[in-house]
């Protein structure tokens, strides 16, 4: 018995399936030809809606293969249970033919056209697997056989439903061996096209097809444009933008070879890429980090700024530090032990990383090299950058070599001591009038001294430097003065003797602010006083020495050999700033560095 339904243009008959405890409200498909129908209906009982599929044996045009696939399906859904498969309620016969009742789904089939993004393709396939994971994993394994568009409904929330198990066989057998090919062309893989052994690999083809299908927009119907005549997927004609990832993947999956294909579901779905399938293009602001310490343990922090170039896609991914040889072990939770991430994991397509190094636990005057790798789902996947750390500077100074300053005294207090002397007065010289001279010349200095340490105390100058020049003019002073009481003053005339006194004065004062700038640029230099004073008033004598004997026309072993000792003790000095400094760091090295990270 069946009830009439007015439409806009015609008029369809739908059954009365009241006496069986259903009420027809729609029908969603029809091979009429075949003597197929499927009807949407509801449990007057439970208010359930259900999907009824009917073959109408009595039809002339029924075929009895479609009577055996209904059967085939019955039996194959009865023992199933999975979310992404529509329950099988019951059945029923009524005259025209025998009816399956099973669970119905609001949603589509992917043979309507509809367009999915990316994300919802990856989505789609990895439900598709976890189903066909599903029924391979049932003893004996279930093999579909016709996975393509129209057997896979997909929701609006993304649920994934696999139906339509007429072609399914159970068990691993000679499943292919039959009289008849059972499946769709364009969808089934060569082994089913040519009736040869299927294997838990053959559902793949199929699924592989109609995510290319969904890539491509390409109908159902115009499925044989993909492949060549050898049944080889021609990828070229898919978007550009499809990540070499996936390519390799779906070539996987509809390789006509079947030896050659992913062995099953599982292992397809655990080789399915990580990213989808489009792939984001990273920018990043740089690839080279080089950064600098002034101070011990200071914590340095620097940013790199990421940016994704396609907009349809997200970037992900996370840092982490390449491991060297000198690093500790990553301490809790997978963290580097000096060089931390701030976010360490990252999603969103304009990222700024901030990279904070702790120097810490590094060794002070030295350059640590890492290289931190950037792991994400952009096309390179694995991005590598240089980080260069150099570290404060050692406590300890590096004075550099002082030898153009002294260079420049020595020159100073030679052409300034060979001057006086070639001023001094032209006199008989006795041995009365040149101790005479000498004593003159010497208060003369100690007083010139002691004018040099006032101008350099006028200066503000913050080294000993005026402290020391005035300590020796002062000394000087005290030890001459006393033996000048003794001068016999008649021995030269008082214009010999102010000239020699004046040419003291200022020769000293000359020579004393000399010295005393010099021991301030070595004590500005990071010399320690007794060093500073020490190079500098050995370079004053030898100056001295050299001017007085240039300018007198003097030359005796004695003047030579004092000139040798002052060169030697310049030099033992000069020798000894270096290996202070070696010794220093060796020991600081060894008792405070010890536990530290080596570069």
């Not at 055996?68 to 005259?95: A, M, R, T």
């Not at 109609?210 to 997927?233: A, E, F, K, W």
């Not at 005339?493 to 010099?518: K, N, P, R, W």
Request: proline fraction near 5%; aromatic fraction near 8%.
């Amino acid at each position: 018995m069946t009830i009439s339904t007015r439409g806009s243009s015609e008029d369809i008959s739908l059954p009365d399936f009241s006496s069986h405890g259903y009420d027809i409200r729609s029908e969603l498909g029809a091979n009429r030809a075949g003597g197929r129908v499927t009807y949407l209906a509801t449990h007057l009982e439970t208010q359930q809606s259900v999907v009824i599929k009917q073959f109408q044996f009595a039809r002339a045009s029924a075929h009895w293969v479609d009577y055996d696939s209904l059967g085939q399906e019955i039996q194959v859904l009865k023992n199933l249970q999975h979310p992404g498969i529509p329950k099988y309620l019951g059945f029923f016969q009524d005259d025209d033919g025998m009816c399956m009742v099973q669970e119905y789904k609001h949603a589509l089939s992917l043979a309507n056209p509809r367009s999915f993004g990316p994300e919802a393709i990856r989505t789609i396939a990895i439900s598709c697997l976890e189903i066909l994971s599903y029924l391979q994993n049932r003893i004996p394994p279930i093999i579909h056989r016709d996975f393509k568009p129209a057997n896979i409904l997909v929701g609006e929330e993304l649920d994934v439903y696999l139906v339509d198990f007429g072609f399914a066989r159970i068990g691993d057998g000679e499943v292919g061996v039959s009289s008849v090919v059972k499946g769709t062309l364009g969808f089934m893989p060569p082994e089913q096209i040519f009736n040869r052994q299927l294997t838990e690999a053959s559902d793949l083809y199929g699924l592989g097809m109609t995510l290319l299908c969904l890539l491509t927009n390409t109908p159902t119907d115009q499925v044989g444009s993909l492949v060549d005549i050898s049944y080889r997927v021609d990828f070229n004609k898919l978007k550009a933008d499809v990540s070499p990832h996936w390519i390799k993947w779906l070539e996987k999956m509809v390789d006509p070879r079947l030896t050659n294909r992913f062995e099953n579901a599982r292992e397809a779905l655990d080789a399915i890429p990580e990213h989808g399938l489009r792939q984001p293009e990273l920018r990043v602001s740089t690839t080279n980090l080089d950064l600098a310490a002034q101070k011990r343990g200071e914590v340095i922090t620097t940013a790199v700024t990421l940016n994704n170039l396609v907009p349809a896609t997200v970037l992900q991914g996370n840092w982490h530090v390449a491991q060297d040889v000198n690093d500790p072990p990553t301490i809790q939770g997978g963290r580097h032990s000096w060089i931390r991430f701030f976010p360490e994991n990252f999603n969103g397509n304009n990222v700024t990383t901030q990279i904070q190094i702790d120097t810490s636990q590094l060794m002070m005057g030295q350059t640590y090299e890492r290289k931190l790798m950037l792991k994400s789902n952009a096309n390179s996947g694995m991005y590598s950058f240089n980080l260069a750390v150099k570290t404060a500077p050692l406590p300890f100074r590096n004075q550099g070599t002082p030898c153009p300053l002294l260079a420049g005294l020595l020159a100073a207090c030679w052409v300034t001591v060979w001057v006086l002397t070639s001023l001094a007065p032209n006199i008989l010289l006795t041995p009365g009038v040149i101790n005479t001279l000498i004593l003159l010349t010497l208060f003369g200095s100690g007083v010139g001294l002691q004018i040099a340490s006032w101008l350099l105390h006028e200066a503000k100058l913050n080294s000993p430097a005026s402290r020391t020049i005035l300590i020796l003019g002062a000394s000087l002073v005290a030890l001459v003065a006393p033996l000048c009481l003794g001068l016999n003053v008649a021995l030269i005339d008082g214009i010999t003797a102010t000239i020699t006194l004046g040419l003291g004065i200022f020769g000293s004062s000359v020579l004393g602010v000399m010295t005393g700038l010099t021991v301030d640029r070595f004590w500005l230099k990071g010399f320690q006083p007794k060093q500073a004073i020490g190079l500098s008033l050995l370079t004053s004598l030898l100056g001295l020495g050299l001017g007085i004997s240039l300018g007198l026309g003097l030359s005796s072993p004695w003047l030579t050999f004092a000139l040798i000792s002052n060169l030697v003790g310049i030099g033992t000095m000069l020798a000894y700033v270096p290996i202070q400094r070696a010794n220093a760091i060796a020991n600081y090295r060894r008792k405070v560095e010890r536990r530290l990270i080596r570069p």
